[in-house]
């Protein structure tokens, strides 16, 4: 286990960012809650560093020594949604925390409400610590519907706690519950193959326990994500033997079966899926598998490859 120093210490060099600019967007189309397919853009803001140094994180990487100044944030979601076309739902990932003042001012509420006026949904990021008045007062400022993203990880009692993550299960649990009573939507993110769970089989088997969990929780959507190397301390991890990188393979198995327990939508991240194939012969083709079955939420028949055999 790596305290908040040793995790520190670990890091490479940050990437150069902009404080009125965000680092990148995009636009992309996700299955919506009614079951349509809708059009997203998605702005990744540039801020201050989350305060919670969780051990398996890189985001901070592309984020400031300080804190952004008021009019910084409403300027770099006018600069994406002016480059972005028209779309119903609006992502602002944000490497920390929405609710962070450190973050975005909430003197900016206001302004970054006005700017996200034609959106029938908002999505931001949070801690599950921070879901509190902050949230109540962004959402009576939009028009549209507000959604929290949230970090569960994994539920798996021995792992959680050594994330550096600072929560419980319980503390995620009283957050969605909170949200929920206060008309706000959330989804979770779940990791695959986090550190200190090396076991292939166990870590299918977490993942889709912790997927089930957050949907008894009230989410309406689960996002899982291949827990990768490049932060500094999950190389180290990794040389020690305390983290396995996940397969393709068992990503599919995760999400096959997340999708059958019909809890609700479930996403994976297909982000830098290419470190994580085994077999250069048919990694386009389950690419293009799991992203069928991000927006379609249904199981498509399996990819057979004659090359892996798998």
Same mark, same amino acid.
């Given at each position: 286990m790596l305290d908040t120093s040793e995790i520190i210490d670990l890091r490479p060099r940050r990437n150069k960012v902009r404080p009125d600019r965000p680092y990148h967007f995009l636009h992309e189309r996700e299955r919506g809650p009614d079951g349509?397919?809708? $059009?997203?853009?998605?702005?990744? %803001?540039?801020? =201050? &560093?989350?305060?919670?140094?969780?051990?398996?994180?890189?985001?901070?990487?592309?984020?400031?020594?300080?804190?952004?100044?008021?009019?910084?944030i409403p300027a770099q979601i006018s600069h994406a949604l002016r480059r972005l076309p028209q779309a119903r739902v609006v992502k602002l990932y944000n490497n920390g925390n929405?609710?962070?003042?450190? !973050?975005?001012?909430?003197?900016?509420?206001?302004? #970054? !409400? @006005? %700017?996200? =006026?034609?959106? $029938? @949904?908002?999505? #931001?990021?949070? /801690?599950?610590?921070?879901? +509190?008045?902050?949230?109540? !007062?962004?959402?009576? %400022? %939009? =028009?549209? @519907?507000?959604?929290? !993203?949230?970090g569960l990880e994994t539920i798996h009692p021995g792992v959680l706690p050594k994330l550096n993550k600072q929560i419980t299960t319980e503390n995620f649990a009283?957050?969605? =519950?909170?949200?929920a009573q206060n008309n706000i939507d959330t989804r979770a993110f779940i990791l695959l193959n986090p550190p200190f769970l090396t076991d292939p089989a166990e870590n299918i088997t977490w993942a889709v326990k912790s997927v089930e969990f957050a949907f008894r929780?009230?989410? *309406?959507?689960? *996002?899982? #994500?291949?827990? @990768?190397? +490049?932060?500094?301390?999950?190389?180290?991890?990794?040389?020690e033997g305390h983290y396995v990188p996940p397969t393709i393979a068992a990503l599919e198995q995760v999400f096959e079966q997340a999708l059958r327990s019909d809890g609700g939508r479930v996403f994976v991240d297909l982000w830098d899926l290419k470190r994580f194939s085994e077999c250069d /012969?048919?990694? $386009? &083709?389950r690419k293009q598998r799991l992203d069928q079955m991000n927006r379609k939420q249904q199981v498509s028949p399996p990819v057979q490859c004659p090359q892996c055999r798998q």
């Open positions: 349509g397919l809708k $059009e997203v853009n998605t702005v990744f %803001l540039t801020n =201050s &560093e989350c305060p919670f140094k969780c051990v398996m994180c890189d985001l901070w990487k592309n984020t400031l020594k300080e804190p952004v100044q008021p009019g910084d929405f609710f962070d003042r450190q !973050a975005v001012p909430p003197e900016d509420y206001e302004a #970054i !409400a @006005r %700017l996200l =006026s034609g959106y $029938e @949904r908002v999505v #931001i990021e949070n /801690h599950p610590k921070l879901c +509190g008045t902050g949230c109540l !007062a962004f959402r009576q %400022l %939009l =028009s549209g @519907r507000l959604e929290i !993203a949230m009283e957050a969605a =519950s909170f949200l929780c009230g989410v *309406s959507a689960c *996002s899982i #994500i291949p827990t @990768r190397t +490049g932060n500094g301390a999950m190389e180290k991890l990794q040389q /012969h048919c990694f $386009e &083709e």
